[in-house]
């Protein structure tokens, strides 16, 4: 579970219920996705809402401290990979 967007660099915490992600996880806020038509511009697939972890699994499992920002990628951008 990345901690935050990929474009916008929003906060995305482990419960949030505006977390989209694809199938190999990268991460946008609701926002960005909805500008990406949900899709993902890093594998073209389809941004689903991110399942949240809370309580003991997210005590055994913390959420990625790792924060991957491509603001090149996004759909909003003007030099976006779409």
Request: include cysteine; proline fraction near 9%.
């Amino acid at each position: 579970m990345r901690p935050g967007c990929e474009c916008c660099d929003t906060d995305l915490p482990a419960g949030s219920v505006d977390a989209f992600i694809c199938s190999f996880e990268c991460t946008f806020c609701r926002a960005c996705a909805a500008q990406m038509q949900g899709r993902c511009p890093n594998c073209g697939g389809v941004l689903l809402q991110r399942p949240s972890r809370q309580g003991a699994a997210l005590d055994r499992h913390p959420a990625s401290t790792q924060r991957v920002h491509r603001p090149e990628h996004c759909a909003h951008n003007p030099a976006g990979v779409l």
